[in-house]
């Protein structure tokens, strides 16, 4: 299926990636009868090709299913340049995005992620709170079919989640008896994997390879949960679709879009509304890829901001060791437990905002690589199986999501060289770790370890961020996240913002972005149930005001 080469039919809403955001958008407006194109560059994965219930399934992951697409370096994936980045760029070409490896931990950010300016004086505050975003948080957790458990004190009252939590394993109660020893806030964590048959998936087996695939299908990625609605309601799916530049008329509204195919040819898809959803990375890619003599620093760039503020979760983590047998290679992987003890701002410890805590599984034998940068002979080879034989189901991390404030040198750029398989230009991160990122870095991983040897363990081995560049290649990648956010940050103010508080372009009326790049802050929680709520509050404003939509002749 696709256009022809002169734009074939215009359609309503061309919608640019597949991922969670731009399906939420095509589920939602195909179901209300707008003609629908979704270009997605990779393809759709065949579930039944993970290797999740394999045996070989380890060393399958460190390539075929690896997060990094450097590594992966797959036809879908496009190669970016980090030699400048603290932290290696991890995300997934295909239909349903990164949400086919994603953890599937399914947060809601805390009311005062909303306004940090605000309670901290730094960064901005978001256009809307948390009030307006919560009906949407409620109607994604249905949609996706999230497991977990009403009442966490740390947030407001509201809705518990539709699905029961996940078992919390011994892993979680190991954790939980560490923090209740301390008095510190734990709680049963949110995931969007199924944890009794949802929707047609079947439940969670905790096989715990989640990140790398989910076998069964209990895990919520968006080519299961909203593609097969969209396509019912006539979603007009494209893959194989790299898009080089979206087009504009002479009055400065978006025509389309140019893509080419996986034979080499160049098409045109032409549309009324164009909603882009490529990720922090891939969305300012495109536009700052999109010049003309209407936008000669990129679309939608008058403020200057594309691919500024580029924000990462620089991830850190403290793993203990135990003298009993953990189970600590099943899942849910996923996260059984999560604390929020240290999330808010005190300004005594010499820092802003906070972090949130996780609980995740150590996996397989090659779930727990050597400590990045130590001496092979410590890492490898007789030391390396002495050490599988000390540690295998015997331990747990507590992985430590800390918020990253927005800062303009962080920022995605062109790279003057480097480009695809297509020839389209690739990306060059900029990212240095900041002086609050380590000081709070510090802070979390000296009270996680804390927590640790509370629970027990026998040794603790700490995981600061990774800063080694030398490294972005390697399996140390793994100790990145890859949330990618704030590269197109909505705002109100033209001068200062790419996009308004519904996601509009506020220099080309008919062109959206509904993906993590309008993030205004990073909170210090995954990400993506808050990518999707807001994706449904903006194109529920779009379906409601398309009366009013400009769009070209």
């Known amino acids: ?50 290797w999740g219930d394999k045996p070989e399934f380890d060393l399958m992951t460190q390539k075929l299913w690896h997060p990094n697409p450097n590594v992966r370096d797959l036809e879908s994936d496009y190669p970016i340049d980090t030699s400048e980045s603290d932290v290696p760029i991890l995300m997934y070409n295909a239909v349903g995005g990164t949400t086919i490896l994603f953890g599937a931990h399914w947060q809601r950010f805390m009311p005062s992620d909303f306004r940090v300016k605000t309670l901290d004086g730094v960064a901005d505050d978001w256009p809307f709170t948390y009030e307006d975003l919560e009906p949407y948080y409620d109607e994604m957790d249905i949609e996706v079919g999230v497991s977990g458990l009403g009442g966490d004190p740390c947030y407001p009252p509201g809705k518990a989640p539709p699905l029961p939590p996940l078992p919390l394993g011994k892993i979680g109660i190991k954790a939980a008896e560490g923090m209740n020893k301390l008095g510190w806030h734990w709680w049963p964590a949110p995931n969007s994997i199924a944890s009794r048959p949802y929707e047609g998936r079947d439940p969670c087996t905790l096989r715990g390879t989640c990140r790398n695939g989910c076998v069964e299908g209990a895990k919520a990625s968006f080519d299961l ?46 549309a009324q509304a164009i909603i882009v959803c490529c990720n922090g990375v891939g969305t300012p890619r495109i536009l700052l890829a999109s010049k003309s003599a209407k936008f000669p620093d990129g679309l939608a760039n008058s403020s200057g901001l594309v691919g500024k503020n580029l924000m990462l979760h620089p991830y850190c983590a403290v793993v203990g060791h135990f003298d009993e047998c953990l189970d600590s290679w099943l899942g849910p992987a996923g996260q059984p437990i999560q604390s929020m003890q240290f999330y808010e701002t005190d300004p005594r410890r ?46 747990f991390e507590w992985g430590i999501l800390a918020e990253d404030l927005p800062e303009e040198a962080n920022r995605v750029e062109l790279d003057p060289t480097l480009t695809d398989s297509d020839g389209v230009p690739s990306p060059r991160i900029v990212y240095n770790n900041s002086e609050n990122t380590k000081r709070l870095s510090t802070f979390h991983l000296a009270r996680a370890k804390e927590a640790m040897e509370a629970s027990g363990a026998v040794d603790v081995t700490v995981r600061p961020p990774l800063t080694d560049r030398s490294q972005h290649n390697t399996g140390a990648s793994l100790l990145a996240t890859g949330h990618l956010m704030g590269t197109c940050k909505m705002g109100r103010d033209p001068a200062t913002s790419v996009v308004n508080e519904w996601g509009q372009a506020h220099d080309v009326p008919n062109l959206f972005i509904f993906d993590g790049s309008v993030f205004v802050t990073s909170s210090g929680f995954n990400p993506t149930g808050t990518i999707c709520a807001v994706a449904l509050r903006s194109v529920r404003h779009l379906i409601a005001t398309r009366g009013d939509q400009k769009v070209a002749a």
């Open 225 to 270: 949960t909203h593609l097969p609605i969209a396509l019912k309601h006539g979603l007009r799916l494209v893959t194989g679709a790299r898009v080089r530049e979206i087009l504009v008329n002479d009055a400065g509204l978006a025509t389309g879009a140019v893509y080419l195919d996986r034979n080499g040819r160049e098409r045109r898809q032409l």
């Open 1 to 50: 299926m696709g256009s022809s080469d002169k734009g074939g039919k215009v359609a309503d809403v061309l919608i640019i990636g597949a991922g969670a955001s731009g399906l939420v958008a095509a589920k939602h407006l195909t179901m209300n009868g707008f003609d629908v194109v979704c270009l997605e560059q990779g393809q759709k994965v065949d579930h039944g090709t993970f």
């Open 350 to 395: 010499g820092f802003v905002r906070g972090a949130k805590w996780h609980v995740l599984p150590t996996g397989g034998p090659l779930g727990g690589p050597p400590t990045p940068g130590a001496p092979f002979d410590e890492a490898w080879g007789e030391a390396f199986h002495r050490e599988r034989e000390r540690t295998f189901g015997c331990s």
